[in-house]
C-alpha cells in the first residue's frame, strides 16, 4: 500500500514517460539508414497520416532514395524535443501555431526557397509562406449542422443566423480554446463586423458576443473527432466545425450539412528544427511536398485545399469552388492570423477560462 | 497474587508477540536500493528537470516568485482546484458505496461464479479509459439508449440532457476507478479471518452488530487505502472531464493540459503542477496524521 | 455454584457429510452437567466437525443436539448460550483486551457499570488485570489464549465448547495453562465440551473421555477406564503405547478364559467384561503393566510368561523402556521404572516376561 501512495501522486508518470519517450526515434533512426539517406518526419497520425503516406512520402522515397521515418508526436512532444536539446525529428508536419512558437523561440531552420527547382514559390501566396514554415494544406472552420433537426426555417446558413436561437432553435456548440483557438473571429462575424475588419480581434466585443449565445452551448468542442460526432448524434444542431471533418461524413452519408458563408482558413505547415540531422534531404522534402502535382494528389484525399496555386491546374474543375483557400470561395472567409494568436492566446486563454465560469 | 485468581503464572513473563519480530537490519534497506534507485532516475529525476527546467525559463527568481502568487490566487485555479477536490470527494465516496458491496459479494463467490465476477470488474480496466468513456457517451447522449428508451416509453417528451454535465462527469470516473476500490477492499475482506466472526456470533452477536463491530472496524484500513488511491488518480483525472463534462466542468488536469499541449506555457504547467502535488501531499499527511496508517499496517503484520 | 445445575448436553445420531466424504457418522453422546469431557481422535476422525455441530456452525445432515432439554439443532449459532473457545483464539485484533470481553455483555445490552464489573472480575480470574487496555498484538500466545478464555466465561454460559485452544502453545506453556483451565472450570462449574488431538491433554484434564475415529465414536468413558481397557486396538494404540499380540481363544477356565500365540505359547487371561465372540483376536498389556525378572527362569510351563532376550533399551529418565524379543511375531515393549537405585539389566541380557492375567486383556482385531 505505501508503495502505491509514495509513488509520484497527480499524473506526473505522464510527463515523466513523455520525456523519457524521447529517446525513442534516435532507435528507430539509427536502424532505418538507407541508401539515399533518410529523413524523420513528425506525422499527425491517424487518417492524415495515411494519406501524407500515399501521396508524399512513398512518390519521395521513390524519386530520391531518401527513407521517410514518420513519428508520432503531439505538439508537446515536439516543443519539449526543442527543449530539452534532442532535435530527434527533421521535419515538423503540424498546425502553423506550434510552428510559429517553435520560431519565435529560435527552433527552426529558415526555408531555402533559392535551392527550389521544381516548385516555384511564387506559386505559393505569401500569406502562406514565411521564412522558416510554409503551410501546405488548407483546411477551414465551417458552419455545420445536422439536417434532420431543422425548423421551419432550415438550418441557419450564417454565423448571424447561428446566434438567432429563436428562429433557428436547437443546441449548438463551438470550438474551446482547449483547441488552441477561441471561436472570436465567429463572435464578431455574428456581431456584423465585415470580413476585413476582423483583426485586429476587439475582444471586448468578441466576448459580449459569444456571452449571447453562451445558454444555447451546451458543450464546447475540444477534439476535432468529437465536434462532428455530437453533430452526427444529434446532441447539437448546429456547430462551428473543422470542413475535412464534415465534408467526408457527408460524403459517408450522414444527414450533416455545411455552410462556407464567414469560414476561416487555417493551415497544415511544413517546418524544419535547426539543428536537424538530415538538413538537406528536409530541404528537398518540403519542396517536394509543395510540388503542385504532388499537392494535387495529397488534398483530394482529405478534401483540403492547396497552398500552391498551381496545383488547381492538376485538379477536377471545380475542385476549388468547395475547398478552403479555393479561388471559388474567395471573400466568402478570412485567413487565420497565426501572428495575432501567437501574440494574444496566452490573454486569451485566461479571459476564456474566466469566461466560461461566469 | 490476587487470592481470586485460579491462574498459577503471572503473565508478564512471557514475551509480547509484537516484540518478538526481528529487528531491521542494514541489509534489509540494501534490498530496497535498486528499486528506489530505478524510481529516482526514471520516475522523479525527469520530473524534477521538467519543473526546474519549465520554472526557469519564467525569468528571475522575482518574477518566479511573482507569477506563483499570481497563479495560486488566480480565481480560476483556484475555481478548479475546488472542483477537482470536490468532485474526486464525491467519486471516492460513491465508490466506497458500491465497491463495498461488490467486494463482499466477491468474498462469499466461489469457483466459476468467482471467475466471472472478478472478470466483470476487472476487464473494463483493461479498456482504454477514451474507449470507456466514449461508450458511456453512446448511453447518455440525447439520442442515446437511455433517453431513447425513456422516449418510447413515453416518461419523458424531450430527450433529457445526461451528457455533458457534473453528473456525467463523475459517473464516468466512477466507473473508471471502481476497480481500484473493488479489489483493494475485497483484499482487506480477505484477510478478514472468517473464525472472528463465528466468535462473534457465538458470543450472541447477530449479523448487523458483527458487521457493525467486527467485520467493517477490520475492513476500514482497506476502505481507506482504495480511497486514498481513488481520490488522488481522480484528481489528475482530464480525460473524461473533457469528454463528458459540460463547459463548467474543469479540473486541475485539464487546466495543466491546456497550458502544456495548447499554451506550450510549461512554467505556468509547473506552478499549477506543483500547486496540485502540495495540496494533495497535505491531504494525505492529514490522513496519515488521523488514521495512523502505520498502526493499521502493524496490526495486519502481525495476524 | 449454582444449586440448579444446567449445562446437560445431549447428542443424538449426529450425522455430517461432504459431498460423498463422511466427516461424521452417527455420533451419539451426552455431557452432565458440569462435566468436561474431551473429543478426540486423529485428524479426520470427525472430532471438529462435531464440535461445529454443537455450537451451530456446521449443519448436521441427520441427528439432534439437545441443550437442558431443549432442542437447539436448528438455532442459529448466537442463540445457542454456548461460550466458545477457538484455536487461534479469534480475538478481535481492533479491541482492547477489556473490549473483547465485554464484547459478549453489550451484545446482551447490559448496563455499563455491571460490565464493567464483570470484566474486572473476569480479568482477575484469568490474571490480566494489567493489560486490559493492552491490544491482542501487544500480548504474548498465553495472554492472547487467557483473553479468548475469559471472553467465553464472561457471560456464564452453561457450556463452553474448545477448539483445540493449546495448540498454537509451545509445551511448558501448554501444560501450565492445561491445569488453569480445569481449575476455572471446577470453580466455575460450567460444562466443557475441549477437542484435541493431543492424548497427554486429554487423559490430564477429561472427566470423560470420547475416543473418535472415521467419524465413529470407538469408545467412551473416564480416562482411567480408556486407558486401561480399551474397547478397540485403535483405541488402545491411540492412547499410550500398548503391546498387541495375535491370539487365538482356546477355552474358558472358570472366570478367565485360555488364549494360545502363534509361537505356541498359552495364557490365562481375566476378561469377564469382554465377550470374544471371533477365535481371532489381539492380546493387549500396556507396557508398565509387563513385570520383568532377569535371567531365564527354566520354569517354562509357567502360565503366562515368556522368555526373551533385549533387544533394545532406551532410556526416558524416570522410566527406561525396553523392547524384548519373545519368538512372536512382534517384539513386545517394557516400562521399568527408573526407581530402585539398583543395576537394570542391559542389552541382550535375557529376561523373562509376565503378562499378569489381572492387567492383561483379550480385544477384538
Given amino acids: 500500500m505505501t508503495t502505491i501512495l509514495k509513488a509520484p501522486a497527480y499524473g506526473f508518470s505522464r510527463r515523466s514517460a513523455l520525456v523519457a519517450g524521447l529517446a525513442t526515434p534516435a532507435l528507430i533512426a539509427r536502424r532505418s539508414g538507407a541508401a539515399g539517406g533518410q529523413l524523420i518526419v513528425r506525422s499527425p497520425g491517424g487518417a492524415p497520416e495515411e494519406s501524407t503516406r500515399r501521396h508524399v512520402w512513398q512518390p519521395f522515397e521513390a524519386e530520391t532514395g531518401i527513407r521517410v521515418t514518420p513519428v508520432a508526436a503531439t505538439g508537446a512532444r515536439v516543443f519539449a524535443m526543442f527543449r530539452s536539446n534532442n532535435h530527434e525529428l527533421d521535419v515538423i508536419d503540424i498546425g502553423t501555431a506550434t510552428l510559429l512558437t517553435l520560431q519565435r523561440q529560435g527552433g527552426l531552420a529558415s526555408i531555402g526557397f533559392g535551392d527550389w527547382r521544381r516548385t516555384d514559390p511564387k506559386d505559393i501566396p505569401e500569406a502562406y509562406r514565411t521564412s522558416h514554415y510554409i503551410g501546405f494544406s488548407l483546411y477551414g472552420t465551417v458552419l455545420g449542422v445536422n439536417t434532420t433537426m431543422s425548423g421551419a426555417e432550415g438550418p441557419p446558413r450564417t454565423w448571424q443566423e447561428f446566434w438567432d436561437v429563436s428562429k433557428f432553435p436547437g443546441p449548438r456548440s463551438l470550438p474551446d480554446m482547449a483547441t488552441g483557438l477561441a471561436p472570436l473571429e465567429i463572435a464578431l462575424m455574428a456581431d456584423g463586423v465585415p470580413l476585413d475588419q476582423i483583426y485586429p480581434i476587439d475582444l471586448d466585443r468578441a466576448f459580449a458576443s459569444l456571452s449571447r449565445i453562451k445558454r444555447s452551448i451546451s458543450k464546447f468542442w475540444d477534439t476535432g473527432a468529437l465536434s462532428v460526432q455530437m453533430l452526427a448524434d444529434r446532441e447539437v444542431a448546429a456547430s462551428a466545425v473543422w470542413s475535412t471533418r464534415i465534408i467526408p461524413a457527408i460524403a459517408g452519408g450522414a444527414p450533416l450539412a455545411s455552410s462556407w458563408e464567414g469560414h476561416i482558413i487555417m493551415t497544415q505547415a511544413l517546418g524544419i528544427f535547426r539543428n536537424a540531422a538530415n538538413m538537406e534531404n528536409a530541404q528537398r522534402y518540403v519542396e517536394f511536398a509543395l510540388r503542385p502535382d504532388i499537392q494535387a494528389n495529397l488534398v483530394q484525399s482529405s478534401r483540403s485545399g492547396p497552398a500552391n496555386q498551381k496545383a488547381y491546374e492538376h485538379l477536377p474543375a471545380g475542385y476549388g469552388n468547395d475547398v478552403a483557400g479555393g479561388p471559388g470561395l474567395a471573400g466568402k472567409g478570412v485567413l487565420l492570423n497565426e501572428e495575432w494568436w501567437g501574440d494574444n492566446r496566452e490573454v486569451i486563454n485566461r479571459r476564456w477560462a474566466r469566461w466560461v465560469r461566469s | ?303 | 455454584m449454582s444449586a440448579l445445575q444446567r449445562g446437560e448436553v445431549v447428542v443424538r445420531n449426529l450425522a455430517k457429510r461432504y459431498g460423498s466424504y463422511t466427516a461424521v457418522a452417527d455420533v451419539s453422546l451426552r455431557a452432565a452437567p458440569g462435566e468436561f469431557i474431551s473429543l478426540i481422535g486423529p485428524s479426520g476422525s470427525g472430532k471438529t466437525t462435531t464440535l461445529m455441530m454443537i455450537a451451530g456452525f456446521s449443519n448436521p445432515d441427520a441427528g439432534a443436539i439437545w441443550l437442558d432439554g431443549q432442542d437447539i439443532t436448528d438455532l442459529s449459532p448466537q442463540k445457542r448460550q454456548l461460550g466458545m473457545v477457538f484455536q487461534n483464539y479469534a480475538i478481535f485484533p481492533h479491541m482492547t483486551v477489556a473490549e473483547n470481553i465485554a464484547f459478549p455483555l453489550r451484545v446482551r445490552r447490559w448496563s455499563k457499570s455491571k460490565i464493567t464489573a464483570a470484566v474486572n472480575e473476569v480479568l482477575r480470574l484469568v490474571n490480566l488485570q494489567a493489560y486490559a487496555d493492552r491490544l491482542p498484538r501487544q500480548l504474548s500466545g498465553g495472554q492472547q489464549q487467557r483473553v479468548a478464555l475469559a471472553r467465553a466465561i464472561v457471560f456464564r454460559p452453561q457450556v463452553i465448547l474448545m477448539d483445540e485452544p493449546l495448540g498454537a502453545l509451545d509445551k511448558n506453556l501448554r501444560y501450565q495453562m492445561q491445569s488453569e483451565i480445569k481449575d476455572l472450570q471446577r470453580k466455575l462449574g460450567t460444562t466443557v465440551i475441549y477437542v484435541t488431538h493431543d492424548q497427554e491433554e486429554a487423559l490430564n484434564m477429561s472427566d470423560r473421555l470420547i475416543v473418535m475415529d472415521h467419524g465413529k465414536i470407538e469408545q467412551a468413558g473416564r480416562p482411567s477406564e480408556i486407558y486401561d481397557k480399551p474397547a478397540t486396538a485403535f483405541v488402545a494404540r491411540f492412547l499410550g503405547e500398548a503391546n498387541l499380540l495375535p491370539i487365538r481363544a482356546v477355552g474358558a477356565d472358570g472366570d478367565a478364559i485360555m488364549v494360545t500365540t502363534p509361537g505356541g505359547k498359552t495364557l490365562r487371561v481375566r476378561n469377564a467384561d469382554t465377550v470374544v465372540a471371533e477365535p481371532a483376536s489381539l492380546l493387549f498389556v500396556r507396557p508398565e503393566k509387563v513385570r520383568m525378572t532377569s535371567g531365564c527362569t527354566p520354569a517354562e510351563a509357567a502360565l503366562n510368561t515368556f522368555p526373551g532376550s533385549i533387544r533394545g533399551v532406551s532410556f526416558l529418565g524416570s522410566m527406561v523402556r525396553y523392547t524384548v524379543d519373545i519368538q512372536e511375531a512382534e517384539p513386545v515393549l517394557v516400562d521399568v521404572a527408573n526407581d530402585t537405585g539398583a543395576t537394570l539389566p542391559g542389552e541382550g541380557e535375557a529376561v523373562t516376561l509376565e503378562f499378569s492375567e489381572a492387567v492383561t486383556r483379550v480385544i477384538s482385531a
Fill in chain 2, 1 to 303: 497474587m490476587s487470592t481470586t485468581s485460579v491462574l498459577v503464572t503471572d503473565p508478564a513473563r512471557e514475551l509480547p508477540l509484537a516484540k518478538r519480530r526481528r529487528p531491521r537490519t542494514a541489509g534489509d534497506w540494501l534490498l530496497a536500493v535498486p528499486g528506489l534507485a530505478l524510481l529516482l532516475i526514471a520516475m522523479i529525476a525527469p520530473l524534477i528537470w521538467f519543473l526546474w527546467d519549465s520554472i526557469a525559463d519564467i525569468g528571475t527568481s522575482a518574477d518566479i516568485f511573482a507569477n506563483v502568487i499570481e497563479t495560486v490566487s488566480d480565481i480560476i485555479i483556484l475555481d478548479a482546484a475546488y472542483y477537482t477536490a470536490a468532485t474526486s470527494l464525491v467519486v471516492t465516496l460513491i465508490c466506497v458505496v458500491l465497491a463495498y458491496p461488490m467486494a463482499a459479494a466477491l468474498t462469499l463467490a466461489r469457483g466459476m461464479f468467482f471467475n466471472l465476477l472478478i472478470g466483470a470488474i476487472i476487464v473494463p480496466y483493461f479498456t482504454s479509459t477514451i474507449v470507456r468513456t466514449y461508450a458511456w457517451m453512446v448511453l447518455l447522449g440525447r439520442g442515446g439508449i437511455i433517453n431513447q428508451a425513456m422516449l418510447d416509453l413515453g416518461a419523458i417528451d424531450a430527450p433529457m440532457q445526461l451528457l455533458y454535465t457534473h453528473g456525467a462527469v463523475i459517473l464516468g470516473m466512477t466507473y473508471v476507478l471502481l476497480p481500484y476500490m473493488v479489489l483493494t477492499i475485497f483484499t482487506a475482506m480477505k484477510a478478514i479471518d472468517p473464525r472472528l466472526l463465528q466468535a462473534a456470533q457465538s458470543m450472541g452477536s447477530p449479523g448487523w452488530y458483527t458487521f457493525l463491530r467486527v467485520y467493517a472496524p477490520l475492513t476500514m484500513p482497506g476502505v481507506m487505502s482504495g480511497s486514498i488511491i481513488v481520490f488522488i488518480l481522480s484528481t489528475g483525472f482530464f480525460v473524461t472531464p473533457a469528454l463528458m463534462g459540460g463547459k463548467d466542468d474543469v479540473m486541475i488536469g485539464n487546466l495543466i493540459q491546456s497550458e502544456v499541449e495548447i499554451n506550450l506555457n510549461w512554467g505556468l504547467a509547473s506552478i499549477i503542477s506543483i500547486f496540485a502535488l502540495v495540496f494533495i501531499l497535505a491531504l494525505y499527511w492529514t490522513y496519515y496524521r488521523i488514521a495512523n496508517i502505520g498502526a493499521l499496517i502493524d496490526q495486519e503484520d502481525s495476524r
